[in-house]
Structures are given as structure tokens and as C-alpha cells.
């Protein structure tokens, strides 16, 4: 790279997980895209990271495609590139008691979970494929590992499963250095998480960095929580 900072996009990122990642990577050197919903939530999360971080906000929803394509012409017009996208955007439907949900409970879930990653790929792919680096952080869950896959949570499992499907068809893909993988954070203590978690947000981001960030050598297709194989 030609003494530029990468440029890392991190998504649903006022808050919790995505918020705490985008205080790792502008620690590692990164100029950070912290997008979220609305303006009121990207303000909070760039104040939350205080001065001295390189981060600056942008509206993104994920599950819009208008949001998506308008996000993208800024980022092109403005920076040009994408090295890196942690595609951490992502909400819960339903509790653990949701067993067998509506089909359009099911249909919402995968639109935001899994193919606001799709939406997101769609447009950084190429851009990445083009420059000849790039790393693509799918935040999935445990929970939508089809080896461990019980009842209760259906829709949001299903949707993480669905994810974990986007990382597998993405990753063949992915064009030289570039580099496509889900991660498992672990149980979190976020608003998501809650505060019985048994991990800090510090914690669950290390895994999400490190596949962020991995060597040119490093894994393409995977799943992984805290930087280990796990079963899909
Ligand atoms: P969180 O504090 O609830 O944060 C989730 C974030 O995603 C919020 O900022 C939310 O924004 C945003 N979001 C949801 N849908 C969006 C959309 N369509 N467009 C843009 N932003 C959207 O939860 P978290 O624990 O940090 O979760 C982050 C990721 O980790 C999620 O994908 C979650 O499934 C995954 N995960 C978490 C745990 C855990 O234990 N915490 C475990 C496994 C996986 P709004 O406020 O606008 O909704």
C-alpha cells in the first residue's frame, strides 16, 4: 500500500461489539468507518471513542439497498477503497422461546442478518478483488452452527446460519489476498449479550480483529472464535 491508512468499514458500530471493533482497529492504524442507522447513534458512538481515534461516522442500514448503494457512492467519492468490511451488524427476533416463528419473522431475519453481509459483499467484492487485498468479517454466532443447532432463537439462528452460507459461497469468490470468514465472538456482555455474559466487549472484538487482520497467509472461508476452527 502506497503509505495510505486502510480504510476499515465496520457496520451496526454505534454500540456494543461493532463499536468496541472499531476502537481496535483505529488502535491498529486503520482510518474507521463507523456506520449505524441513523445520525443520532453515529454521533454517540464517535464521541464514545473520544479524540485520537481515526474514525468518522456514516449512516448505513444494511438491510436497504438504497442505504447500501448510497453508502458506497460516498465511500468511493471519498476514499476510493475498502480494505477491510466487519460486516457486524445484527439484531435478535423474537426470545428463546420463539420455536417456530412465521415465515415472515424467518424472511426478516435473514433480509437483516444475513443479507445486509450479502449487500455489503456485493459492493465491496469487486473493490476489493480490483485492489488485490481485502478481509471480510461475517459477526455470526455459535448459534447458527448446524452441529449445534437446537430449538428456541429460530429465526435468529437460522439467519446466522444463513450468514455462515454467505461466507461459504462468497469466499470462492474472493480474489487474490482477499479473504472472507466467519466469526463467533463468544458470549458478550453487550446490549444484545447481556450483563450475564462471560465476556467483555474487549474480549469478544480480539477475535473479530483477528480475522480482520490476518497475514497474507491467513484463512479464506472459515469459521472461527477466538482465532480458532470451530464446526460450521
Ligand atoms: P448490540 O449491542 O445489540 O449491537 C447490534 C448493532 O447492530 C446495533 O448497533 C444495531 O443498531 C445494529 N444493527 C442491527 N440491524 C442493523 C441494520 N439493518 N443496519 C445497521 N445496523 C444494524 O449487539 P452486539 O452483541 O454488539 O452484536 C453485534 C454482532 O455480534 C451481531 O451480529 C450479533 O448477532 C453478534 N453476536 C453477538 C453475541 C453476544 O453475545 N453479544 C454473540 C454472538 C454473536 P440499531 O440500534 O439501529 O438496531
Known sequence: MSGKKRIAVVTGASRGLGLETCRQLAAQGYRVILTARDEAAIQRGVAALKGGADVEGHPLDVSSDGSVDAFFAWLAKA?????????????TYG????????????AAAID???????????RALPMMNDAGYGRIVNV???????????????????SKTAL?????????EAGANVKINSVCPGWVRTDMGGQGATLSAEQGASGI???????????????????KPIAW
Do not use: K, Q
Not at 79 to 91: E, Y
Not at 140 to 158: E, P, Q, V
Not at 221 to 227: I, L, M, V, Y
Open 112 to 122: 437483516n442478518n444475513a443479507l445486509g453481509g450479502w449487500r455489503m459483499i456485493l
Open 95 to 106: 426470545g428463546w422461546s420463539e420455536r417456530l416463528p412465521d415465515a415472515a419473522a424467518m
Open 79 to 91: 476514499h476510493g477503497r475498502i480494505d477491510v468490511l466487519v460486516n457486524n451488524a445484527g439484531r
Open 164 to 172: 455462515n452460507a454467505v461466507t461459504r459461497i462468497a469466499s470462492n
Open 209 to 227: 480483529i483477528w480475522a480482520a487482520t490476518l497475514p497474507d497467509d491467513g484463512p479464506n472461508g472459515g469459521f472461527f472464535r477466538h482465532g
Open 140 to 158: 455470526s454466532s455459535g448459534m447458527g452452527a448446524l452441529t449445534d443447532m437446537n430449538g428456541g432463537s429460530a429465526a435468529y439462528r437460522i
